[in-house]
């Protein structure tokens, strides 16, 4: 038992180095023991993250170190996932998101992806210049419950009201939250389209959190 426990703070210990072929290493060996791999998740990918989240928030780490984090969670996650045979991984929810029609950025969207999947969420990934179109037919075929919608630049956010206004007005069989973020949105605006304002990937990550433990 204390030799899985130091193995498993191994794990964390290169999730915060960000050491993907360690992580992946480690993940490996201990799967090849026989060890549960829900458990690895559990109590070896998913506390390294933490550990980095709580960094980042004192100025410890920044966003590149944490990138790397979610990616080495990436790594192991690949590993675990080969070994769980009819297993499914238990997800925590599914969100949809994309960036907005007219806007091909992608190095924040990626960002939550990536910190939205190490916390256990499936991610639908939409990809850039997405239409409003694409984000309603998408919630409908997903029975996804959040949405993220980003924009990079400020002349697209006239293009982020338009879905965010067409999905509040779309029909769907159960509650859908909407999510906006990006560089030149504000909270202010947030509030006016009635969306939830994320400032940063970490925040966004809470704020889904929050909305799925309070989901009815």
Known sequence: MEAALSQLEEITQAVVAGDEEKVSELCQTMLQQGFDPVGIIGQGLLPGMDLMESDYRSGIKYIPEILMAARAIAKGMDQVERHLGDAQIPKLGKVVIGTVKGDIHDIGKQLVKV???????????????????????????????????????????????????????????????????????????AQEIHAVFSDSAIEARENVKKIMREAP
């Open 115 to 189: 910190l939205l999947e190490s916390a256990g969420f499936e991610v639908i990934d939409l990809g850039t210049n997405v239409a409003k179109e694409e984000f309603i037919e998408a919630i409908r075929r997903t029975q996804a419950s959040v949405v993220l919608i980003s924009a990079m630049l400020t002349t697209m956010m006239a293009n982020m009201k338009d879905v965010v206004e067409a999905i509040h007005q779309a029909s769907f069989d159960h509650p859908v939250i909407v999510m906006v973020g990006g560089n030149p949105v504000t909270s202010e605006f």
